[in-house]
């Protein structure tokens, strides 16, 4: 008799996998609204929705303008009538922006406005979980539960979404337009994660990085927010990234003057990052070797 394979994200617990610093790149978001059940690539593979020719040129056309690009639905029942709603993000700090519009069918996906002009501001948040189920099971267990916990409270700015990426942290959320990459938000108050973010705050425990900085900074900012109890979204900016033999300097802009954030880059024990991986892998993995303000 085969033994049941324990699902990745309940291995990443059980291990203690640090989250910080593995926040999925992309400093822009494309998100289009797909109702119904996704395949394990929402775009390319759920031809009951869209069709995958159709797909593919949305799917080109986002990567090709640099875009990282999500499908989003309601969570709940389909409607019987779709709606092709979009949202356009930019998350780089400082220059945040998020607009929204709608679209009478999936082709005028293909010819949208990359930055947003199409269609209006949004005041937003958006606050999109990952609910990919054919992607990876703990996407669809853990991911489902967080975003029906979230969106009974803030029902107008919650989205299931697509892959985004570290199925191991499940249930994995980003907050746009800041780009705020969170995991395991199943294991807490996951709305309460959203009623910081309104307060211009974040939770350091659950926060994955901010998907516009390198992996590199997104740790620093770590170790630097766990030293000084910091949790405004806003603060330690990046000044400087520097790399040297065997370790990475980052300088984070303090409230009291510049910080310097030595870090190791190590890679793991080999791991399976995905419940339908075979093979396992190394991942890269940071950790703090000094941490102190610059001297003046």
Same mark, same amino acid.
């Given at each position: 008799?085969?033994?049941?394979?324990?699902?990745?994200?309940?291995?990443?617990?059980?291990?203690?996998?640090?989250?910080?610093?593995?926040?999925?790149?992309?400093?822009?978001?494309?998100?289009?609204?797909?109702?119904?059940?996704?395949?394990?690539?929402?775009?390319?593979?759920?031809?009951?929705?869209?069709?995958?020719?159709?797909?593919?040129?949305?799917?080109?056309?986002?990567?090709?303008?640099?875009?990282?690009?999500?499908?989003?639905?309601?969570?709940?029942? %389909?409607?019987?009538?779709?709606?092709?709603?979009?949202?356009?993000?930019?998350?780089?700090?400082?220059?945040?922006?998020?607009?929204?519009?709608?679209?009478?069918?999936?082709?005028?996906?293909?010819?949208?406005?990359?930055?947003?002009?199409?269609?209006?501001?949004?005041?937003?948040?958006?606050?999109?979980?990952?609910?990919?189920?054919?992607?990876?099971?703990?996407?669809?267990?853990?991911?489902?539960?967080?975003?029906?916990?979230?969106?009974?409270?803030?029902?107008?700015?919650?989205?299931?979404?697509?892959?985004?990426?570290?199925? %191991?942290?499940?249930?994995?959320?980003?907050?746009?337009?800041?780009?705020?990459?969170?995991?395991?938000?199943?294991?807490?108050?996951?709305?309460?994660?959203?009623?910081?973010?309104?307060?211009?705050?974040?939770?350091?425990?659950?926060? %994955?990085?901010?998907?516009?900085?390198?992996?590199?900074?997104?740790?620093?900012?770590?170790?630097?927010?766990?030293?000084?109890?910091?949790?405004?979204?806003?603060?330690?900016?990046?000044?400087?990234?520097?790399?040297?033999?065997?370790?990475?300097?980052?300088?984070?802009?303090?409230?009291?003057?510049?910080?310097?954030?030595?870090?190791?880059?190590?890679?793991?024990?080999?791991?399976?990052?995905?419940?339908?991986?075979?093979?396992?892998?190394?991942?890269?993995?940071?950790?703090?070797?000094?941490?102190?303000?610059?001297?003046?």
């Amino acid at each position: 008799m085969s033994r049941k394979k324990v699902p990745c994200s309940d291995q990443s617990l059980a291990r203690g996998d640090p989250m910080y610093g593995t926040a999925s790149a992309g400093s822009n978001w494309l998100l289009l609204e797909l109702s119904g059940a996704w395949g394990p690539s929402a775009f390319l593979q759920s031809p009951a929705i869209i069709d995958p020719a159709l797909g593919r040129t949305v799917v080109r056309r986002a990567e090709k303008a640099g875009m990282r690009i999500a499908a989003i639905r309601r969570h709940g029942r %389909r409607p019987a009538t779709p709606r092709w709603r979009w949202y356009v993000a930019r998350a780089e700090p400082g220059a945040e922006a998020l607009y929204r519009g709608e679209v009478d069918d999936p082709h005028a996906y293909a010819d949208l406005a990359l930055d947003g002009s199409d269609g209006e501001p949004s005041a937003g948040p958006l606050i999109a979980v990952c609910a990919h189920g054919t992607h990876d099971q703990c996407c669809a267990v853990r991911g489902r539960s967080a975003c029906r916990a979230i969106a009974q409270e803030f029902p107008e700015n919650t989205w299931e979404c697509s892959h985004l990426g570290g199925d %191991r942290f499940a249930a994995t959320m980003l907050v746009l337009p800041e780009g705020l990459c969170y995991g395991r938000v199943d294991t807490t108050d996951s709305a309460g994660l959203v009623r910081r973010y309104l307060d211009g705050r974040l939770d350091n425990r659950f926060l %994955r990085g901010r998907t516009s900085l390198p992996h590199a900074v997104q740790a620093a900012q770590y170790f630097a927010r766990e030293q000084s109890g910091e949790d405004r979204i806003d603060a330690l900016a990046p000044l400087h990234v520097e790399r040297g033999d065997g370790h990475i300097l980052v300088t984070l802009n303090g409230k009291a003057g510049p910080i310097e954030v030595t870090l190791e880059e190590q890679l793991s024990e080999p791991l399976l990052s995905q419940c339908h991986a075979e093979v396992a892998g190394q991942v890269r993995v940071f950790t703090c070797a000094a941490l102190a303000p610059v001297a003046g």
